[in-house]
């Protein structure tokens, strides 16, 4: 792993989670914008990992894509079965070894 073209800075994570919360934009909220957005690399942001700070955020915001790209599917503004692609290449469903993605929904009245 290269050494970043930045340092790391305390506000970063909280940066990265506003991105991600805020993110209204067309698509899906990234790694890689959010990356692109700061001027670094996702090599850059994986380095930053080692943030305690920094990782919490990063899991956080994984969470927040994987729910963006559920809701948008569940509502057909987004493919569902792209959708599903997407979220088997940012490893959910990655231990399982039959092909499938399970979900759990809840509904709420």
Known sequence: MNKPR????SDLAGRMYYFF???EDRGAPSFQKFARSVGVTTE???S???HKRFERAYRECQEIRRDFLIDRALDKRFD??????LLTLDGEGADRDDGELLF???VKE
Do not use: A, G, P, V
């Not at 930045?6 to 800075?9: D, G």
């Open 6 to 9: 930045i340092k790391y800075t």
């Open 21 to 23: 919360l805020r993110y």
């Open 44 to 46: 850059d942001l994986e």
């Open 48 to 50: 930053f990992r080692k």
């Open 80 to 85: 569902s079965s792209f959708t599903k692609f």
């Open 104 to 106: 759990h929904l809840e």
